[in-house]
Nanobody
Framework: QVQLVESGGGLVQVGGSLTLSCALSGGVLSNYAMGWFRQAPGKEREFVSAIGWSGGRTWYADSVKGRATISRDNAKNTVYLQMRSLKPEDTAVYSC???????????????WGQGTQVTVSS
């Protein structure tokens, strides 16, 4: 069974940066398209970014475009999300997701991690 574990969240000041990691176990990362999502308190889950199987295609939500970079290291079974110029509205639980068939902006990813909290303070 595929499991996803996120790490790298924490408290960061406005304008700061951080890198989230998502480690996949129980499978081979190169078989999966990957996505990052976030959910703030009282809000719906929101798509953040996605990356294709080889890393050649990426997608970003308008809210993070230009401030986020998604990447993957299939040899390490890990996907990353670099976030820059962080804003208070970026505060949320960030989760990664994996799907063997579909890639891009959708919510039907098959496997989901538990998430890591990112808090941006002013």
């Amino acid at each position: 069974q595929v499991q996803l574990v996120e790490s790298g969240g924490g408290l960061v000041q406005v304008g700061g940066s951080l890198t989230l990691s998502c480690a996949l176990s129980g499978g081979v990362l190169s078989n999966y398209a990957m996505g990052w999502f976030r959910q703030a308190p009282g809000k719906e889950r929101e798509f953040v970014s996605a990356i294709g199987w080889s890393g050649g295609r990426t997608w970003y939500a308008d809210s993070v475009k230009g401030r986020a970079t998604i990447s993957r290291d299939n040899a390490k079974n890990t996907v990353y999300l670099q976030m820059r110029s962080l804003k208070p509205e970026d505060t949320a639980v960030y989760s990664c997701a994996a799907d063997i068939r579909r890639v891009g902006i959708h919510y039907e990813y098959e496997f989901w991690g538990q998430g890591t909290q990112v808090t941006v303070s002013s």
